[in-house]
Nanobody, 127 residues
Framework: VQLAESGGGSVAAGGSLRLSCEAS????????RGWFRQAPGKEREGVAV???????AYADAVKGRFTISQDNTTNTLYLQMSSVKAEDTAMYYC??????????????????????WGQGTQVTVSS
């Protein structure tokens, strides 16, 4: 499975941005799919994940502001980011993995790091 993110860029605080991730293979649907991010000097963290049945989970830091969704006809994953904050600045990665499909309070669940990762797309929020 190959994943290709797009849609990153610079945005002012309070603004919106939509990230997209296209998967190369329909097998992608068998995995937990999600968005992860890494800010300079910080550990990678989960942002939002979605199961094949559509159930979602979010990091507390983005609940109510970000929405993860998918288009199964085109194998595309989205992350709608609204009311962005300076602390949302990071490299955002699209990931597909076999494992517990959730976003823990800290760290990554087993299976995420060995899953399929895209190259990432940079999001920079200016305050």
């Amino acid at each position: 499975v190959q994943l290709a993110e797009s849609g990153g860029g610079s945005v002012a605080a309070g603004g919106s941005l939509r990230l997209s991730c296209e998967a190369s293979d329909y097998m992608y649907k068998m995995y937990c799919r999600g968005w992860f991010r890494q800010a300079p000097g910080k550990e990678r963290e989960g942002v939002a994940v979605i199961r094949s049945d559509g159930e979602t989970a979010y990091a507390d830091a983005v609940k109510g502001r970000f929405t993860i969704s998918q288009d199964n006809t085109t194998n595309t994953l989205y992350l709608q980011m609204s009311s962005v904050k300076a602390e949302d600045t990071a490299m955002y990665y699209c990931v597909a993995y076999r494992g517990w499909c959730t976003v823990p309070a800290g760290g990554l669940v087993p299976g995420v790091e060995s899953g399929y990762w895209g190259q990432g797309t940079q999001v920079t929020v200016s305050s």
